[in-house]
């Protein structure tokens, strides 16, 4: 369905324009910071140029840090964005189906929504130490709310009409939770994915700051501690680098293919 | 009027780049390692060994090269180790800014 969704063919000059306005933004950006340098008169610890950065960048690089940080960074990103998902989607289900656990869960739910996983990090460093496990737990409790509370809106959402004719033609609840219930809610649970995958970057700088001796965070950290400002920057520029791609190749993509598949899309040539 | 691709092929796309890029990076490591080690004659036992480095080590190196053996002192850019396991030797020995590993008599 999607695959046939039909759109005027775009000239590749008007495709190019956009990204390189963008392009041209960071280039002036850049060339004031530079500019800028001299005139303030600082030292490089303090304020640091655009090619200082890109000397520790390069450095970084050279010395085999900078990868083995993203790696483990991303790592412990995937691997607490998948758990804070999960069991985002599965409570959110619950609670959005069932009374009970909406009456049992949702206060609970809602007092530990108000407490940001930064109040929680020095205990989950008591329980768990400083580690893989502190950063993952801080991460998925980071993922689990967003999640959650766009899977209610989801389950919540789905038109009564649709679970009744399931329901009539013998449906099971299973059925109508696997055929009717799941798909409907899908582009607000993956809107949540997408909010909570955003917040995760946030969770996991500050978990890997308090609680890693590796990783982006601890990089951030490090930089800053021994006057390796523009360390710091690179790690900065990486996170931001990086949550761009995701979101680019991977959460943006399976959104839209999600709305296109389940969601409220017109096809263009039946609109008229 | 144009046919337009599905959303998910760049994700596709994407993944395939990250894939064949750590396979390659990998095989390019192991073959590295492999090379260093048999110029340095590793053996199946432990044994004391001088890695040199491309720059002298970081805080991130001597961490990691002290996760292989007992290190014994830093000079410059080589690192003396101890009682290095060799299988470590060879992991550690992927990456890239790993120069040389030589036997070393130990101390």
Do not use: C
């Amino acid at each position: 369905m999607a695959g046939s969704l039909a759109a005027p063919a775009v000239p590749l000059r008007r495709r190019l324009e956009r990204p390189a306005k963008g392009a041209l933004g960071i280039l002036l950006f850049l060339l004031a910071w530079q500019v800028s340098v001299p005139l303030v008169g600082l030292e490089p610890y303090f304020y640091p140029a655009p090619s200082d950065v890109a000397a520790a960048f390069a450095d970084l690089v050279r010395k085999g840090i900078l990868p083995v940080y993203v790696i483990d960074s991303l790592e412990r990103y995937a691997v607490g964005v998948a758990i804070g998902t999960f069991a985002g989607i599965v409570l959110g289900v619950l609670i959005g189906l069932s009374a009970t656990a909406s009456r049992l869960l949702s206060p609970t739910i809602n007092f530990l929504f108000a407490i940001v996983e930064v109040a929680w990090i020095p205990i989950f460093v008591i329980w768990w130490g400083y580690g893989y496990k502190t950063i993952l737990i801080a991460l998925t409790y980071v993922v689990f709310f967003p999640v959650l509370y766009n899977t209610l809106v989801g389950v919540r959402t789905v038109p009564q009409p649709l679970i009744n004719a399931v329901r009539v033609l013998g449906g099971s609840r299973r059925q109508v939770l696997a055929n009717v219930v799941l798909p409907a809610a899908l582009p607000s649970i993956i809107t949540g994915l997408r909010v909570g995958a955003g917040f995760a970057f946030r969770g996991l700088i500050f978990a890997e700051i308090v609680a890693a001796k590796t990783g982006l965070g601890y990089l951030i950290f490090e930089g800053a501690q021994t006057q390796q400002t523009a360390r710091t920057i690179v790690g900065m520029i990486s996170v931001g680098l990086l949550w761009l791609l995701i979101d680019r190749f991977y959460l943006k993509p399976v959104e839209r293919a999600t709305v296109e598949r389940w969601g409220l899309v017109i096809e263009a040539d039946q609109r008229t | 009027m144009t046919q337009r691709r599905h959303p998910l092929l760049q994700t596709a796309a994407a993944t395939l780049a990250v894939i064949v890029t750590i396979g390659a990076w990998t095989a390019w490591g192991r073959m590295h390692a492999a090379g260093l080690l048999s110029a340095a004659g590793v053996g199946a036992a432990k044994g004391h060994y001088v890695l040199t480095l491309t720059f002298a080590p970081e805080g991130f190196h001597v961490t990691r090269l002290q996760a292989i053996g007992r290190l014994i002192e830093v000079h410059g850019a080589d690192v003396f180790l101890m009682d290095v396991d060799p299988v470590a030797l060879r992991d550690a020995a992927t990456a890239y800014w790993i120069k040389e590993v030589r036997p070393w008599p130990g101390r």
